[in-house]
């Protein structure tokens, strides 16, 4: 596609269940993000791959929060046992760093909503 | 990790006036720092951005300039145009990508 796709954009679960989000990167890009975004807040750095690699995963809070990316393209961050302070917009993107580089432009997707009740 | 710090949290400004934006970092060793504006609703999307080695960067009417010795870097936007309203973040690289806390523009008419 011609930009980041998410999904699904709401996802609405019961404390204790499991989710899965999905980040479908732009075509040819290296490097994929996530980012988490509560109300009024900045992004906050979760997990940076580069290809299928974890090169950076120093922001996931805890070990209920993994991420796989198998085959260098799309992208699935795995929620166990969720909370309630796990609500929040999970923003997903990508850019064409290479190893070693600044992350130049970030291509964002529109976000999945996630809301724990 | 990196900190970011951005002020003020909230600004109004009337329209054609400027609109000031101001970030430090902790990180000497971050050497990227771009600008994001988040429309209400959408993604964040890149406005500018300048790295390490240059101390100002301008386009059109947004320049952004960047004292490291200070560890501080500031937005500038001229001229503003009710279309400029939005959530502005700025951004510091240090090993990862870190957002400030983003402040929110409105330009009055």
């Known amino acids: 596609g011609a930009g980041v796709s998410q999904t699904p954009s709401n996802k609405v679960t019961e404390k204790g269940k499991y989710v899965e989000l999905r980040c479908d990167p732009i075509?040819?890009?290296?490097?994929l993000y996530w980012y988490r975004q509560s109300l009024g807040q900045g992004p906050e750095f979760l997990i940076y791959?580069?290809?299928?690699?974890?090169?950076?995963d120093s922001g996931l809070p805890n070990d209920r929060f993994f991420a796989v990316r198998p085959e260098g393209s799309v992208s699935t961050l795995k929620i166990q046992r969720t909370e309630r302070g796990d609500s929040a917009v999970y923003l997903c993107a990508s850019s064409l760093r290479g190893q070693g580089y600044d992350t130049g432009e970030l291509f964002f997707g529109e976000g999945s909503r996630l809301t724990v009740l | 990790g990196e900190n970011v710090e951005q002020h003020p949290s909230t600004l109004s400004v009337q329209e054609g006036d400027s609109a000031v934006i101001k970030c430090t970092y902790s990180d000497s060793a971050s050497n990227y720092f771009p600008w994001y504006k988040q429309e209400l609703g959408k993604r964040p999307q890149l406005i500018i951005d300048i790295r390490s080695n240059v101390g100002e960067k301008k386009d059109q009417r947004i320049a952004v300039t960047l004292n490291k010795t200070a560890k501080h870097f500031s937005l500038h936007i001229t001229e503003t145009q009710p279309e400029d309203s939005a959530v502005y973040f700025c951004?510091?690289?240090?090993?990862?990508?870190?957002f400030g806390a983003g402040t929110t523009v409105t330009v009055r008419a």
């Open positions: 791959f580069q290809g299928t690699g974890a090169a950076d």
């Open positions: 075509s040819g890009h290296t490097a």
């Open positions: 951004a510091a690289q240090g090993s990862e990508l870190s």
